[in-house]
């Protein structure tokens, strides 16, 4: 039977993706890491349990990130992977989470600077585990990564949200783009957002 979809927490880019994300979806969202596209991930965090993985701050310091975010978080169970922590104990703390559960690996730079064929296993066994679960996974991804590693993570990926920022002298423009929507419809235009203390539809002008 098929599964339904999976809101994120943003009407706009759940009505474009006809309801949210397919459950059991294993998701990439590259951004800039100077922009607030944690926002994103906080957002949908919201919608159902979450396994927060960081693998750049420590326990201590996403909580109080958490903390301190204006827009509700619902209540993440967060976990740190330490720069050597081996794929097999990363894939255990996964292996803990529910059915029908976020698991967000923030960010994913550093794993896929390792062995990309480990890496590669890691991402296959995550896949089959969201697919198992009905859960979604989130790889959280900043700027580009000149090792390849990161061609395997779009590779891996059934879908691709990039977050795109262009300033100018008087203003910040952010747009979503859905470039990669295996078994669905990439969007053809991008969503315009702003990123503040949350995440809000810019209407105020259209995008080149």
């Known amino acids: 039977m098929e599964r339904g979809r ?3 927490g943003v009407d706009v880019v759940d009505d474009y993706l006809d309801g949210g994300i397919p459950a059991g979806s294993l998701v990439a969202v590259v951004a800039p890491p ?7 991930l906080y957002r949908v965090t919201a919608q159902r349990q979450t396994l927060y993985l960081s693998t750049l701050r420590n326990e201590t310091s996403v909580k109080r990130a958490f ?4 827009i509700d978080v619902g209540n993440p169970m967060v976990a740190y992977a330490e720069p050597d922590t081996p794929f097999d104990e990363i894939g255990d703390v996964v292996g803990r989470a529910n059915t029908e559960t976020n698991i967000i690996v923030d960010t994913a730079d550093t794993l896929e600077r390792r062995d990309h064929a480990d890496y590669q296993s890691f991402l296959n066994k995550l896949h089959t585990y969201v697919q198992r679960t009905g859960s979604l996974g989130l790889l959280h991804c900043h700027g580009t990564d ?3 590693g990161r061609t395997v993570t779009l590779g891996m990926a059934d879908i691709v949200f990039e977050l795109r920022r262009d300033v100018t002298s008087s203003e910040i423009e952010t747009a979503l783009l859905v470039s990669k929507f295996r078994g669905g419809s990439a969007l053809t235009e991008p969503i315009k957002l702003e990123l503040t203390d949350d995440v809000t539809v810019d209407t105020s002008r259209d995008l080149a």
Not at 34 to 40: G, N, Y
Not at 67 to 70: D, F, G, H, V
């Open 67 to 70: 903390n301190r975010q204006a």
């Open 6 to 8: 999976m809101e994120t």
């Open 146 to 148: 000149p090792t390849g």
């Open 34 to 40: 100077q922009t607030q596209s944690e926002l994103l």
